[in-house]
């Protein structure tokens, strides 16, 4: 059923348009003098692929539309879905919104923020006036695909993303396309592979959502249990290369989830309860997919599973 208005209102049609979910950013960029800016926009958008072309828009009513104007270069950070403190910060009004921020510097001096799912370093191709909004076209010149999940706005709250699962075709059906048939079925390695797909296919989503690699998790979690430990004992825990645990203590410190000293890694408060709701969200999915199973059922289970590892 379609509502029709007969005036329109503003409000009602901002609310309309808070149905369509979008990707959180902050676009920065630097003046000649040094002037720096930041802001954050769900208005990004893709134009071209070629040439490589991107647009955003600003509300001419602020004050950082200066810098933009002026600036040969701006960036777009699109932000990951732990990055909620960043976007709400370079959405409030500020004399130095980088007080305190981490930032490299890209294209045209314009900052780029660490940590996102993607970045992108645009030359300001074409500004075009749009009602009460600037769009500012930009042509790409360089870009990273950090490849993070991204940090989603959907009616007026953060979201995160949660993909779906492939629907099931004719295809599945064909002969010889039926899962666990014939000598599979006596595999054992096969069975598990796919046993542990199809948990992580509802698992990792959810892990994903909370901002963190799979690397990352699995160290916050080894070190909630530890509380603190040294490189080499690290390295036994996680089973994960020196360079991997090297690099995801590097994010976890610089989001204040770890702390290090004399070559330690120790869990700080903040990282307490990161972790515990990383627990809390594979405490939920085992519930899920395991409470069909009787005690005896899941001890038998956990016992072969101890004995393989």
Same mark, same amino acid.
């Given at each position: 059923m379609n509502t029709q208005v007969s005036s329109f209102d503003s409000k009602a049609f901002r609310r309309a348009l808070g149905n369509f979910a979008t990707g959180i950013t902050v676009i920065t960029a630097t003046a000649p003098?040094?002037?720096?800016?930041?802001?954050t926009a769900n208005s990004f958008n893709s134009v071209s692929l070629d040439p490589a072309l991107i647009l955003w828009s600003i509300d001419k009513r602020s004050g950082s539309f200066k810098v933009f104007e002026q600036a040969s270069?701006?960036?777009v950070n699109i932000l990951a879905a732990d990055q909620i403190e960043l976007s709400n910060h370079f959405a409030r009004s500020s004399d130095d919104k980088f007080a305190g921020i981490e930032y490299g510097s890209g294209a045209g001096q314009a900052a780029i923020l660490p940590d996102c799912a993607a970045v992108f370093e645009c030359e300001k191709y074409e500004i075009i006036e749009g009602g009460d909004h600037w769009i500012l076209i930009g042509k790409v010149v360089a870009f990273e695909d950090i490849g993070r999940a #991204?940090?989603?706005y959907h009616q007026g709250s953060y979201s995160v993303v949660m993909p779906h699962q492939r629907p099931a075709t004719s295809e599945d059906e064909a002969p010889g396309m039926k899962v666990?048939?014939?000598?599979?079925n006596n595999n054992f390695y096969y069975l598990m592979t796919q046993a542990v797909r199809a948990y992580q296919n509802d698992y990792q989503p959810l892990q994903l959502s909370t901002g963190l690699q799979t690397s990352e998790a699995r160290m916050l979690i080894v070190l909630e249990q530890d509380r603190k430990l040294c490189i080499d004992d690290l390295l036994a825990e996680v089973n994960m #290369?020196?360079?991997e645990i090297e690099h995801a203590a590097e994010i976890l410190q610089r989001k204040g989830l770890v702390s290090l000293a004399d070559n330690c890694y120790r869990i700080t408060p903040k990282g307490m309860q990161q972790a515990?709701?990383?627990w809390d969200l594979a405490a939920?999915?085992?519930?899920?997919v395991f409470s069909q199973f009787s005690d005896s059922e899941l001890n038998a289970f956990r016992?072969?599973?101890t004995a393989i590892m």
């Amino acid at each position: 059923m379609n509502t029709q208005v007969s005036s329109f209102d503003s409000k009602a049609f901002r609310r309309a348009l808070g149905n369509f979910a979008t990707g959180i950013t902050v676009i920065t960029a630097t003046a000649p003098n040094g002037e720096k800016v930041g802001v954050t926009a769900n208005s990004f958008n893709s134009v071209s692929l070629d040439p490589a072309l991107i647009l955003w828009s600003i509300d001419k009513r602020s004050g950082s539309f200066k810098v933009f104007e002026q600036a040969s270069h701006f960036a777009v950070n699109i932000l990951a879905a732990d990055q909620i403190e960043l976007s709400n910060h370079f959405a409030r009004s500020s004399d130095d919104k980088f007080a305190g921020i981490e930032y490299g510097s890209g294209a045209g001096q314009a900052a780029i923020l660490p940590d996102c799912a993607a970045v992108f370093e645009c030359e300001k191709y074409e500004i075009i006036e749009g009602g009460d909004h600037w769009i500012l076209i930009g042509k790409v010149v360089a870009f990273e695909d950090i490849g993070r999940a #991204p940090l989603v706005y959907h009616q007026g709250s953060y979201s995160v993303v949660m993909p779906h699962q492939r629907p099931a075709t004719s295809e599945d059906e064909a002969p010889g396309m039926k899962v666990l048939e014939g000598r599979l079925n006596n595999n054992f390695y096969y069975l598990m592979t796919q046993a542990v797909r199809a948990y992580q296919n509802d698992y990792q989503p959810l892990q994903l959502s909370t901002g963190l690699q799979t690397s990352e998790a699995r160290m916050l979690i080894v070190l909630e249990q530890d509380r603190k430990l040294c490189i080499d004992d690290l390295l036994a825990e996680v089973n994960m #290369p020196r360079q991997e645990i090297e690099h995801a203590a590097e994010i976890l410190q610089r989001k204040g989830l770890v702390s290090l000293a004399d070559n330690c890694y120790r869990i700080t408060p903040k990282g307490m309860q990161q972790a515990e709701t990383l627990w809390d969200l594979a405490a939920q999915e085992q519930e899920k997919v395991f409470s069909q199973f009787s005690d005896s059922e899941l001890n038998a289970f956990r016992k072969v599973l101890t004995a393989i590892m």
